[in-house]
């Protein structure tokens, strides 16, 4: 099991939004490079990069940002957020990035996806953000006309290395993982899921955990992180099934 740290991107500061509400905004820390460090120096073997404004307004918009923690960390990164042409994978890709992700996209245009995944095998996730499970696209901002399960099995023999499945009633709001809808969602593919969303305590780290058998790896935890209702030390035994009574004390 792998647990992402976010880094959410949002004028160029790491930031924490509530349900995608660019409104409702936390920052945590002016400079992202430096909170990418940190994650990677907590031990963290991956780390999840969402360019916000990028997402809401259809082209990357944080560059600067993304390329610095590329350069500052050793881990690899998936990148989502406004990423929606061939030209912008490949660039993303050159840059460093270990893993694109596709959200808009894959609905809009579903063919790049797979044009992606042939071109850059193990590099394209597709990121699939569902309220009251009917996907939403462009920032979460329109309804997509289409349900999570059914976007995943559009992509079923295309490659796609994993799909990052967001809840966005829970997102950012510590109410706990949708654990049941990213388990049915899994059981509908055979790509590889992590979950994304209201994660708060250790509790939701042991119920990903759990969920392994139905095709879920991993999990995405951004505010309980940064409100320190979770530490990377005692998330990351979870994870690596080593959290044990001791821990607590």
């Known amino acids: 099991m792998i647990i992402y740290p976010a880094i ?11 349900q995608g509400d660019m409104t409702r905004d936390t920052v945590y820390n002016e400079n992202p490079a430096d909170q990418a460090h940190e994650w990677a120096r907590a031990g963290f073997n991956w780390l999840h990069i969402v360019d916000l404004d990028g997402a809401v307004h259809g082209s990357p918009e944080n560059q600067h940002a993304v390329r610095d923690i590329i350069k500052t960390v050793d ?9 929606r042409t061939h ?3 490949e660039h993303w890709l050159a840059e460093g990035v270990s893993r694109v992700i596709l959200g ?9 996806v797979r044009q992606a995944c042939r071109e850059f095998p193990g590099q394209i996730a597709v990121g699939i953000d569902a309220l009251g499970g009917e996907v939403m696209v462009d920032g979460w ?9 059914e976007l995943a099995q559009h992509f079923e023999d295309a490659g796609v290395a994993t799909i990052i499945y967001t809840d966005i009633e829970r997102d950012g709001t510590g109410k706990g993982v949708n ?9 509908s593919t055979s ?12 509790e939701d780290i042991k119920l990903v955990r759990e969920a392994a ?37």
Do not use: M
Request: negative net charge; hydrophobic residues 45%.
């Open 213 to 249: 058998e139905y095709g879920v790896e991993g999990v995405i935890v951004g505010r309980a992180l940064y409100d320190e209702t979770i530490t990377p030390k005692d998330a990351l035994a979870v994870a690596a099934g080593t959290y044990t009574a001791a821990n607590e004390a």
């Open 141 to 149: 901002i329109d309804a997509a006309n289409i349900q999570a399960n």
């Open 104 to 112: 808009t996209a894959a609905v809009r245009d579903p063919d790049l």
């Open 87 to 89: 030209a912008q994978i």
């Open 179 to 187: 654990v049941v809808s990213t388990i049915s969602l899994a059981q």
């Open 8 to 18: 959410d991107l949002k004028d160029g500061k790491c930031v924490r939004l509530v």
């Open 75 to 83: 881990v690899p990164v998936q990148l989502g957020g406004g990423i």
């Open 191 to 202: 790509i590889p899921v992590i979950a994304s969303g209201g994660a708060h305590s250790l």
